[in-house]
């Protein structure tokens, strides 16, 4: 469950009608804004989307509106591939973002999930999707420079991720407020280089 495992992502189309998957809320659980996932041709994705839109948990709502409104081109792509060989269960990939380029996040989910486990998956790559949303948006026209404060490092991005996860489901033996437990189970899986540095490089492609 990694993200940001360098260039080179797949782009993705939507192709599912509008109607597909609409859930009404439960009482007193506010939806998240986007769920109605936009731009991802599966059908699971598409049911697991409104499930975690509708979640008790607001981390867990506003990751699943971080894919964005159907039908709205807000650069984020969704699609699926068979991930068991790399390890992963989803990643997310950004980097073809960048100065002068349109927003660009490509997220790709494991082709075999299903379940809740597609549902921590989901949550957890919407997270990271929503903190590179929230640095890519940060760009100054006037400056010309994002803005180094939404920055994060590997180790901070994952904690968001696994503690939105553990919203959706406890599969990693964690629950959303075991904050140690998230960071030990993240130091023992990543590599430090990753967990240690600023996740956007500040260089030419993202001047901060
Ligand atoms: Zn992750």
Redesign the pocket.
């Known amino acids: ?3 940001g495992s360098g260039p080179g992502g797949r782009r993705f189309k939507s192709s599912l009608p509008d109607q597909c998957c609409q859930l009404t809320p439960p009482p007193g659980f506010p939806a998240a804004k986007g769920v109605d996932l936009a731009d991802a041709d599966s059908l699971p994705f598409n049911r697991a989307g409104p499930v975690i839109g509708y979640s008790q948990e607001s981390n867990v709502r506003t990751a699943a509106a971080a894919y964005g409104d159907r039908g709205v081109n807000n650069g984020v792509h969704v699609g699926f591939k068979d991930l068991r060989g790399e390890g992963k269960k ?3 990939d950004p980097f073809n973002s960048g100065k002068g380029k349109l927003i660009d996040v490509e997220v790709t989910i494991d082709s075999g999930l299903k379940g809740k486990s597609l549902e921590e998956t989901v949550a ?2 919407g ?2 999707v929503g903190d590179d949303i929230n640095f890519l948006t940060s760009y100054d026209f006037g400056t010309g420079k994002y803005d180094a404060n939404t920055n994060f490092t590997g180790e901070q ?2 904690l968001n ?2 503690k939105t ?1 553990a919203g959706v489901s406890r599969e990693h033996g964690f629950g959303p407020k075991d904050t140690q437990q998230i960071l030990n189970y993240i130091n023992s899986h ?1 590599e430090p280089n990753y967990l240690n540095n600023d996740y956007f490089p500040n260089n030419s492609t993202f001047p901060q």
Do not use: D, L, R
């Open positions: 469950m990694e993200s989803g990643k997310v957890h790559e997270s990271h991005t994952e991720g696994y996860g990543y």
